[in-house]
């Protein structure tokens, strides 16, 4: 039970990655502010967060069962919160999809929507009442970098955190009205379960209906570059935490937190050119012209923070 004074935290997602890597820096906060509860929809997978949680489990931190997909799940486990008192809701639970289009199931697109969408947006509408009516609250969204920006067979991925990015973007307005806080943290790659499962969907899946040149282009050209990108780029569920402790912990928190500075110039790209076509014709360029061999995200930062800045050096496509 939250002693007087803590802060209640709710986190979705938390058996791995970045929702553990959350939970248990909170739970482990030396003055003890927090209170978390740390939820993933099936028990069975809380060792790997109760070893990492050691003496915090029990004390700040408790696990309860929640599936974002699912109405009854995400209701009974607020309603058994005491008051349904949440100071801070960290939405963090979510699904990754990559392939080419043509080869992916409309049912697969749209588990991706039902966990990255619907899943954060069926939280907040449980939680966000009560925190209009107490008018305190914080509520933050893990999204990602390719929330700011599409990125090639990422499609149905990032339009799910497009979507979750527009809807907070139009809640937040109204939300300064009742004093509670929307923030989106951003992250590039991170190492967590995430890679693992892409890797493995991909190597099991056939992408049945691609035509052989798309489906060279997936395999020969993307997939290198974004294992490259992953052990060149990829940051720790820490450091993803600490982000978002500092968000949590800052009077005035922003909108929007990349969490990597490296992508800074991403998002900047598309501010540079309204009319969209630097951030197509660079995202190819860096694709086509600099994909698929080694040292890739050595190449895509000297591309990102020098040479394709400047219109001129894209090399014509
Ligand atoms: N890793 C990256 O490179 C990266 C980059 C940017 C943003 N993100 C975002 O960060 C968030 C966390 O991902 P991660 O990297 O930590 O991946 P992860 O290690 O695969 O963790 C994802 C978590 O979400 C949970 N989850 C999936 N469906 C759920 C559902 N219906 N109800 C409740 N929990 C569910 C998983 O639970 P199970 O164990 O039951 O499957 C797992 O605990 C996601 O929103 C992801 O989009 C990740
Ligand atoms: C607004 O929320 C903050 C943080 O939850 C709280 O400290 C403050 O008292 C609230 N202000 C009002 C006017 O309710
Ligand atoms: C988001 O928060 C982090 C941590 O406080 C900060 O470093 C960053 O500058 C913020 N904003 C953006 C746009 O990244
Ligand atoms: C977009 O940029 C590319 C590369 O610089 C150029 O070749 C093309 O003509 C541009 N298209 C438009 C519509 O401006």
Known sequence: MATEGQKVVLITGCSSGIGLGI???LARDEMKRYYVIATMRDLKRKDKLVEAAGDAYGRTLSLLTLDVCSDESVKQCVDSIKDRH??????????GLVGPVEGLSMEDMKQVFETNFFGAVRMIKEVMPDMKRRRSGHIIVISSVMGL??????????????AIEGFCESLAIQLLKFNVTLSMIEPGPVHTE????????????????????????????????????????????????????????????????????????????????????????????????????????????????????????????
């Open 194 to 317: 995430f890679e693992m499962k892409m890797i493995a969907d991909v190597s099991k899946k056939e992408f049945a209906g691609t035509d052989a040149e798309t489906l060279q282009h997936f395999r020969t050209y993307y997939l290198p570059s974004a294992v490259n990108i992953f052990q060149g780029l990829g940051q720790r569920p820490k450091d993803i935490a600490k982000v978002t402790k500092k968000v949590i912990e800052s009077p005035r928190p922003q909108f929007h937190n990349l969490t990597n500075p490296l992508y800074t110039p991403i998002v900047a790209l598309k501010y540079a050119d309204e009319t969209g076509n630097l951030s197509v014709h660079t995202f190819y360029h860096m694709l086509y012209n600099l994909g698929g061999v080694m040292d890739v995200s050595v190449r895509l930062m000297k591309c990102l923070t020098c040479g394709c800045l400047r219109r001129q050096t894209i090399s014509p496509v």
């Open 149 to 162: 920006q599409g990125v090639t067979f990422n499609d149905v991925y990032s339009a799910s955190k497009f």
């Open 86 to 95: 949440i100071d801070i809701l960290i939405n963090n639970a979510g699904v």
């Open 23 to 25: 939970a248990v820096m």
